[in-house]
């Protein structure tokens, strides 16, 4: 035998020896097909272990665990561990053909899922194709053991996933789209824990119920899931008070509503009152809909609930009689902001800020040594030979809708992925060109921009990052095609949300607004239409990272770049080795 086979099989033997001896700390993911039915009809979807939303990781600030995703399934899939930093280790963070390729129908992938700082709510789901629309669930991470909440403990914790759900196979909808060039079918519904609620057809018996009791707090552990729209969240004739976002602790925060982009999750506490607070009714709608302020970009326009239901102690009535008793639950009329409302929605996103404090300390950038300023838009690319066959140019003006930073269209590579040509130094995959500064410059943010600024370039282009930069990255909204806001995602690391504007950025200006006392740790950012936001980081974390916008169609159409961070000095500063099984291309 080999000296490196000999090496791969001992890396193996021990990588199984770790899962074996910390049982407490593994996973069994097993994908496969399940038939669910929604909105009067039945399909099959993919789930983890046959679960919609799929089983919920616990864990303690710090952990490590194991997960083992066995692909029974009939298409490939990746997993990706949604802000989970994996310090050093990029070989188990999931974006298809980004860190690892797909792990293929009947095959397995070990991965090893490493916590640092995070604390409060993150989620896991799918990274490749659109299967994240049914193959997702909750990261519950609890304060290291000896320790507890920055706040009161909750009687309860509840996670609140919210999805979308279409009557057609996801798979379908995606091919329909990448074909004709156009918007994607928008979805049939949205859901609260995979049920779309009181409002829509055949659904009424599975709308989610959270019972609660009187005078008793309750943790939500909110999640977007949603594939393509940001949304606003209510309860109705209930405050919530956030006091966490993105696995990172908050100053609380009590509104009556939130707003949660694709991607983000958001910790609020849930004071239930003393008695009902309408003598007359023990039920309130818990609601969710879309914020969606893109000129004649198609939304999903409808509403999804839950029921949060009181149950009164002593009360010998039982829910179901009680449910049919007080009628119709109450719903947030006054609460839940209208669609386009964006005052509501930035003010929200605006009022966030860190915890601060002596036990959750805050770490800003202050000297920075990496400016990177992108430009994120909406494109066009011209009809393939001048005409549009077989109706697959159905964007603006006989067009293909694209996306693009800096002016880029993101290609995926799909015979080996980033991580594994920047590791063995394979050339021609990628460029490290990524621009730091836009390549055209103009009014962004102007209302009547000239079409040939509309057509971007294609290309694998990355930033390589030196190991220690302290980076300050402003992501500018444009006006191209469709001004609209988009949640920026940044895997690998959190990072410090220190401004957040409307209209073209002015560093003279701007940067002295920037909030660098207590902004929010976020992994994901809402960038308001046509307005901009900044973020800073310290790029400690050596590897291959995927940055890219949340909503999933601009995904698709090239929305993304990849930030390759070197190695440091020291051993743990440099990035592990691959494990023994990952899965081939």
């Not at 009181?198 to 709308?207: A, L, V």
Request: overall charge neutral; charged content about 15%.
């Amino acid at each position: 035998m080999m000296f490196g086979q000999r090496l791969t099989c001992l890396f193996f033997l021990m990588f199984m020896f770790m899962n074996c001896t910390q049982a407490s700390t593994h996973y069994n993911f097993v994908v496969k097909e399940a038939p669910y039915t929604r909105l009067c009809s039945t399909k099959n979807i993919l789930t983890i272990n046959g679960k919609f939303p799929g089983p919920t990781i616990r864990v303690h600030k710090g952990d490590t665990i194991y997960v083992r995703v066995h692909n029974k399934g009939n298409h490939n899939i990746t997993i990706h561990w949604h802000g989970v930093k994996q310090p050093r280790n990029p070989w188990s963070d999931g974006p298809e053909y980004i860190t690892q390729c797909p792990i293929q129908p009947g095959e397995t992938f070990n991965q090893k899922i490493i916590f640092s700082n995070e604390e409060g709510t993150l989620w896991w789901h799918a990274h490749s194709d659109w299967l994240r629309a049914t193959v997702h669930g909750a990261i519950e991470i609890f304060p290291k053991k000896g320790t507890t909440f920055p706040f009161p403990k909750p009687h309860k914790q509840i996670p609140i996933i919210l999805g979308e759900w279409w009557k057609k196979d996801i798979l379908e909808v995606l091919e329909e789209f990448v074909v004709s060039g156009g918007q994607p079918n928008v979805s049939d519904a949205f859901t609260i824990n995979g049920q779309p609620g009181d409002f829509y057809n055949c659904s009424k018996p599975g709308t989610f119920k959270l019972v609660v009791e009187q005078n008793k707090r309750y943790l939500l552990r909110i999640i977007n899931a949603a594939m393509n729209e940001i949304l606003f969240f209510s309860i109705a004739q209930h405050n919530l008070t956030v006091v966490g976002i993105d696995g990172s602790y908050t100053k609380p925060l009590t509104t009556n509503f939130i707003t949660i982009s694709p991607g983000q999750t958001i910790d609020a506490l849930l004071q239930t009152a003393m008695s009902p607070p309408n003598r007359n009714n023990r039920q309130y709608y818990m609601a969710a809909r879309a914020y969606s302020t893109g000129v004649n970009v198609t939304f999903d326009n409808t509403t999804t609930t839950a029921i949060l239901q009181y149950k009164i102690l002593n009360d010998t009535v039982n829910d179901d009689v009680a449910c049919r008793l007080t009628g119709q639950p109450l719903f947030p009329y006054y609460d839940l902001p209208y669609y386009n409302d964006t005052n509501s929605a930035l003010n929200f996103v605006t009022s966030l800020r860190s915890l601060a404090n002596q036990d959750h300390p805050i770490n800003v950038p202050i000297k920075i040594n990496k400016h990177i300023f992108s430009t994120i838009s909406i494109n066009t690319f011209p009809c393939p030979n001048g005409y549009n066959v077989n109706d697959t140019c159905q964007g603006p003006n006989g067009t293909r809708l694209a996306a693009s930073m800096n002016n880029i269209s993101f290609v995926f590579p799909n015979k080996i992925d980033v991580l594994e040509a920047y590791y063995f130094h394979i050339n021609g995959i990628v460029r490290a060109n990524f621009p730091i500064f836009p390549p055209l410059l103009f009014n962004f943010t102007g209302d009547f921009l000239p079409l040939a600024l509309q057509t971007p370039m294609n290309g694998t282009r990355v930033r390589v990052l030196e190991y220690g930069s302290n980076v300050e990255l402003v992501f500018q909204g444009t006006n191209l095609v469709a001004g609209i806001d988009h949640p920026m995602h940044l895997h690998g690391f959190s990072f410090y949300v220190v401004g957040y504007g409307l209209g073209n950025f002015d560093p003279k200006r701007d940067e002295l607004g920037y909030n660098l006392v207590d902004p929010p740790l976020q992994n994901t950012v809402m960038v308001p239409k046509n307005g901009w936001a900044t973020i800073r980081f310290a790029a400690t974390n050596p590897g291959v990272w995927f940055m890219h916008c949340h909503l999933e169609r601009h995904l698709t159409w090239g929305m993304d770049t990849v930030f390759i961070v070197k190695n440091g000095k020291y051993k743990q500063a440099q990035l592990l080795p691959p494990p023994p099984d990952m899965p081939p291309c």
